[in-house]
């Protein structure tokens, strides 16, 4: 039941956001200020996605009520892949916290870079310049600013959407993974169910960051239609957009399976450890 609220409550949200939104690419359309639909389609398509998944996240991170249940035999299995369990985030708060933050922080760095939301010019060819960039919806209103001739930043809704919701992903998975190091450290013998997990899981921990990266390089020519024909552009566009949808889901699977196949509660308090300790 808590679980259909969720849907119901994003269910909403995507309903409220693609109403205006379609009104506004009619209005454009009819306007001639875009003349393909797919193309003004597109970054919507990115915000959308990207706002439904942090609610989602947020919406499971600060209600405990939505929290699932432990982990037991009669719980269906694919709960596990679906809905992430926030009870380990919140067992050692500190830690976990911190390092999800400072990954989260790294990666928006890096896609930013490869996005085209930083850009560096060595040769100091830019021109110091703050503009408010007029588009289609979704590619803007935007920003321009460049304080000085070697860096600017360009800030557009829908690459602001995704580098959010993908930097925030992409640091729980790091958080979680590095979770797993060291609390197995700690409990090798007593743990190795997880040792052999991680083991399993590493390649998959690392797809989906890197699948959102080598988004963040690709996205930026298929939005300037740097393939040389209409179509190319279209099928770039398409493509970037697909591949955007499953890196979330990739990234969200990936969060919730750590986060429930980690035990929840802290090692040093697991039953045994105080006796071996007083011994």
Same mark, same amino acid.
């Given at each position: 039941?808590?679980?259909?609220?969720?849907?119901?409550?994003?269910?909403?949200?995507?309903?409220?956001?693609?109403?205006?939104?379609?009104?506004?690419?009619?209005?454009? %359309?009819?306007?001639?200020? @875009?003349? #393909?639909?797919?193309? /003004? &389609?597109? *970054?919507?398509?990115?915000?959308?996605? =990207? !706002? $439904?998944?942090?609610?989602?996240?947020?919406?499971?991170?600060?209600?405990?009520?939505?929290?699932?249940?432990?982990?037991?035999?009669?719980?269906?299995?694919?709960?596990?892949?679906?809905?992430?369990?926030?009870?380990?985030?919140?067992?050692?708060?500190?830690?976990?916290?911190?390092?999800?933050?400072?990954?989260?922080?790294?990666?928006?760095?890096?896609?930013?870079? %490869?996005?085209?939301?930083? @850009?560096? #010019?060595?040769?100091? /060819? &830019?021109? *110091?310049?703050?503009?408010?960039?007029? =588009? !289609? $919806?979704?590619?803007?209103?935007?920003?321009?600013?460049?304080?000085?001739?070697?860096?600017?930043?360009?800030?557009?809704?829908?690459?602001?959407?995704?580098?959010?919701?993908?930097?925030?992903?992409?640091?729980?998975?790091?958080?979680?993974?590095?979770?797993?190091?060291?609390?197995?450290?700690?409990?090798?013998?007593?743990?190795?169910?997880?040792?052999?997990?991680?083991?399993?899981?590493?390649?998959?921990?690392?797809?989906?960051?890197?699948?959102?990266?080598?988004?963040?390089?690709?996205?930026?020519?298929?939005?300037?239609?740097?393939?040389?024909?209409?179509?190319?552009?279209?099928?770039?566009?398409?493509?970037?957009?697909?591949?955007?949808?499953?890196?979330?889901?990739?990234?969200?699977?990936?969060?919730?399976?750590?986060?429930?196949?980690?035990?929840?509660?802290?090692?040093?308090?697991?039953?045994?450890?105080?006796?071996?300790?007083?011994?």
């Amino acid at each position: 039941m808590r679980a259909r609220v969720v849907w119901l409550e994003i269910s909403l949200i995507l309903v409220t956001l693609t109403f205006a939104e379609l009104g506004e690419v009619l209005r454009e %359309l009819r306007t001639d200020v @875009v003349l #393909d639909w797919f193309v /003004s &389609l597109v *970054p919507l398509i990115w915000i959308n996605a =990207s !706002a $439904v998944v942090l609610y989602g996240l947020g919406r499971l991170y600060f209600s405990s009520a939505f929290a699932p249940p432990a982990p037991d035999a009669s719980r269906p299995r694919a709960l596990s892949f679906l809905v992430p369990n926030f009870r380990i985030l919140r067992a050692r708060p500190s830690r976990i916290r911190s390092v999800w933050a400072i990954a989260s922080v790294a990666y928006a760095v890096a896609f930013g870079f %490869l996005q085209g939301i930083f @850009v560096v #010019d060595l040769s100091s /060819s &830019l021109q *110091p310049v703050f503009v408010v960039i007029e =588009s !289609a $919806v979704g590619y803007g209103p935007g920003i321009a600013w460049a304080p000085t001739t070697t860096f600017g930043v360009q800030l557009r809704p829908y690459s602001v959407a995704a580098a959010i919701a993908l930097s925030l992903l992409s640091g729980l998975v790091f958080a979680l993974a590095f979770q797993v190091v060291t609390r197995s450290r700690r409990a090798t013998r007593a743990l190795p169910a997880p040792l052999l997990g991680f083991a399993v899981m590493c390649p998959a921990c690392a797809s989906g960051p890197l699948a959102g990266l080598f988004l963040a390089y690709v996205a930026p020519i298929a939005f300037m239609g740097g393939m040389g024909s209409a179509s190319a552009f279209s099928r770039l566009l398409g493509f970037s957009t697909v591949l955007l949808l499953v890196t979330l889901t990739l990234l969200w699977i990936l969060i919730s399976f750590l986060s429930n196949v980690l035990p929840s509660g802290d090692p040093a308090s697991a039953p045994g450890t105080h006796g071996s300790s007083s011994a």
